[in-house]
């Protein structure tokens, strides 16, 4: 029990970590969702953090109870607890209470925690991160049916395009693996149970960490000493997917090479690329998650994110971009897809809060921060800047008209305020996960990745799909580029 509790734990803190989960949002009514309270001085495992178990309504928007379950056998009501509950708070119901809740959380336990794996070899190669540390990766082998099928996900974390932007992140997760958390969380289409991701439960899976700022394009020999910055990124690539053929891969009948974010256009950028490293007999596709990135004005008219990315990879950029027009608008997938060669499929947000938050509205272009209440979420936009990511979403939909027809070409566009959404399990399969077009992303892409069915659906504008999780965001976080 202690283990499976401390296991969980530390989903909660993963999850904290990355901020890609809100427990006020998205969530049924009675879940159990859980928080990490550090303790101050650490107590010794396994006592060195309180899980805090928060019940929710989602109806309400409120808090129903807390405990605090604090070993295998103990569990108290919090002072916070609604009055009703706290009535009824004996010493033998608390105890109870603790117990039905631990079973509770056992049983919807969805992810599993894989530890990191360095790729040691890639140093003497140059191919590192920021720091000139080795790249890292997670990895969860395969078993039975799946046990030479191969799917491989890079983590996002936006770009730096500067000395200063990168050496902002070069002593953090982003770019160095030194700092990186020795396990991760695994959920949605990373999942080993056939309920959570049928179609890819038993494969070998890997997440790939992110810290060469750049999607793993970067390849500039020099490294300035009084910087130590090295963009490596490409290098990196290679060095990762040979780590993997040496452990396997080399024997795939299968493989996805997939991502979300900036990990997504290291998916798209890189798609053909990974097919000429794997084995010629597999079968090879390549999935982005909220990785197609638009060029696209801000609110103020500047084209504040075509100006962003710089010209540094221009080498590992597809040269069916590259020979028309200046490298820096190669990051644009919208300026390469139509030259890709390996199956893509892409799962996007119409309204992809990042892009909201970055390209249409960034900090920059609204100095007074009207856009601030409404990129925190949807639900609080002024009809007037609806309008405007309104128009947004025509936009992206121009931009997706360069993906093509073709039914290698798939593509899962709904009407969320989201980002990345198949990692996480509520937003790739579940009970209440979002569907376009009646279907669920994790069939959608099923069915195209086994040749079951193309998929190439575009939702309706916002609000018409109940069955969003848009995000909410923390008012205080900053993820600008």
Same mark, same amino acid.
């Given at each position: 029990m202690?283990a499976?509790?401390f296991?969980l734990?530390?989903?909660?803190?993963?999850?904290?970590?990355?901020?890609?989960?809100?427990?006020?949002?998205?969530?049924k009514?009675?879940?159990?969702?859980?928080?990490?309270?550090?303790?101050?001085?650490r107590?010794?495992?396994?006592?060195?953090?309180?899980?805090v178990?928060?019940?929710?309504s989602?109806?309400?928007?409120? #808090?129903?109870?807390?405990?605090? %379950?604090?070993?295998?056998?103990?569990c108290?009501?919090?002072?916070?607890t609604?009055s009703?509950?706290?009535?009824?708070?004996?010493?033998?119901?608390?105890t109870?209470?603790?117990?039905?809740?631990?079973?509770?959380i056992?049983?919807?336990s969805?992810?599993f925690?894989?530890?990191?794996?360095?790729v040691?070899?890639?140093?003497?190669?140059?191919?590192v991160c920021?720091?000139?540390?080795?790249?890292?990766?997670?990895?969860?082998?395969?078993?039975? +049916?799946g046990?030479?099928?191969?799917l491989?996900? /890079?983590?996002?974390g936006?770009?730096?395009?500067?000395?200063?932007?990168?050496?902002?992140r070069r002593?953090?997760?982003?770019?160095?693996?030194?700092?990186?958390?020795? &396990?991760?969380?695994?959920?949605?289409?990373?999942?080993?149970?056939?309920k959570?991701?049928?179609? /890819?439960?038993?494969?070998?899976?890997?997440?790939?960490?992110?810290c060469?700022?750049?999607?793993?394009?970067?390849?500039?020999?020099?490294?300035?000493?009084?910087?130590?910055?090295?963009?490596?990124g490409?290098?990196?690539f290679?060095?990762?997917? &040979?780590?993997?053929?040496s452990?396997?891969?080399?024997?795939?009948q299968?493989?996805i090479?997939?991502?979300?974010s900036?990990?997504? %256009?290291?998916?798209?950028? $890189?798609?053909?690329?990974?097919?000429?490293?794997?084995?010629?007999? +597999?079968k090879?596709?390549c999935?982005?998650? +909220?990785?197609y990135?638009?060029?696209?004005?801000?609110?103020?008219g500047?084209p504040?994110?075509? *100006?962003?990315?710089?010209?540094?990879?221009?080498?590992?950029?597809?040269?069916?971009? *590259?020979?028309?027009?200046?490298?820096?608008l190669?990051f644009?997938?919208?300026?390469?897809?139509? @030259?890709? @060669?390996t199956?893509?499929?892409?799962?996007?947000?119409?309204?992809?809060s990042?892009?909201i938050?970055?390209?249409?509205?960034?900090g920059?272009?609204?100095?007074?921060?009207?856009?601030h209440?409404?990129?925190?979420?949807i639900?609080?936009?002024?009809?007037?800047?609806?309008?405007?990511?309104?128009? /947004?979403?025509?936009?992206?939909?121009?931009? #997706?008209?360069?993906?093509g027809?073709?039914?290698s070409?798939?593509m /899962?566009?709904?009407?969320?305020y989201?980002?990345?959404?198949?990692?996480?399990?509520?937003?790739?399969?579940?009970n209440?996960?979002p569907?376009?077009?009646?279907?669920?992303?994790?069939?959608?892409?099923?069915?195209?990745?086994?040749?079951?069915?193309?998929?190439?659906?575009?939702?309706c504008?916002?609000?018409? $799909?109940? *069955?969003?999780?848009?995000?909410?965001?923390?008012?205080?976080?900053?993820?600008?580029v």
């Open positions: 202690l499976k509790v296991e734990e530390t989903r909660a803190r993963n999850r904290s970590e990355q901020r890609h989960w809100q427990p006020n949002t998205g969530e009514e009675g879940t159990l969702v859980l928080e990490v309270q550090p303790q101050q001085p107590l010794p495992p396994p006592f060195s953090q309180v899980v178990i928060d019940t929710f989602k109806r309400r928007r409120e #808090l129903v109870g807390r405990f605090e %379950l604090i070993s295998s056998t103990g108290r009501l919090h002072s916070s609604s009703s509950l706290r009535k009824m708070a004996d010493a033998r119901l608390r109870w209470l603790c117990v039905i809740l631990s079973i509770q056992l049983l919807k969805e992810a925690n894989v530890g990191i794996t360095y040691q070899n890639a140093v003497a190669k140059g191919a920021l720091d000139g540390s080795p790249p890292a990766y997670h990895f969860n082998k395969g078993f039975g +049916a046990a030479n099928n191969w491989i996900l /890079f983590e996002g936006g770009w730096c395009n500067n000395v200063t932007t990168c050496l902002d002593d953090t997760r982003l770019g160095s693996s030194k700092q990186m958390v020795k &396990e991760v969380s695994f959920s949605g289409i990373l999942s080993n149970k056939q959570f991701s049928p179609d /890819f439960y038993n494969w070998n899976k890997i997440k790939v960490r992110y060469d700022g750049a999607s793993f394009t970067g390849d500039v020999e020099a490294v300035d000493p009084a910087t130590n910055l090295h963009f490596r490409a290098r990196a290679v060095a990762i997917i &040979e780590d993997l053929l452990k396997g891969m080399s024997n795939a299968n493989a090479l997939s991502g979300c900036a990990g997504g %256009l290291t998916a798209i950028l $890189n798609c053909d690329r990974f097919r000429s490293l794997v084995p010629a007999s +597999a090879v596709k999935l982005s998650d +909220a990785g990135f638009i060029n696209a004005k801000d609110v103020s500047a504040h994110i075509e *100006t962003f990315y710089s010209e540094g990879s221009a080498k590992n950029l597809p040269t069916s971009c *590259t020979s028309k027009m200046r490298p820096g190669c644009f997938p919208q300026n390469v897809v139509q @030259q890709i @060669q199956p893509l499929f892409l799962i996007n947000a119409a309204y992809d990042w892009q938050k970055n390209i249409l509205a960034p920059v272009a609204d100095p007074h921060g009207t856009w209440s409404c990129k925190i979420d639900k609080k936009c002024s009809p007037n800047q609806l309008k405007i990511m309104q128009d /947004f979403r025509l936009q992206f939909l121009n931009a #997706l008209s360069a993906v027809t073709s039914p070409k798939g /899962f566009i709904d009407s969320c989201a980002h990345c959404q198949s990692g996480t399990q509520e937003t790739w399969l579940g209440d996960s569907v376009v077009a009646k279907t669920s992303i994790a069939k959608a892409v099923g069915d195209w990745y086994y040749d079951r069915s193309p998929f190439q659906k575009i939702d504008a916002y609000p018409c $799909n109940p *069955t969003c999780h848009n995000r909410i965001f923390d008012p205080n976080e900053h993820t600008e």
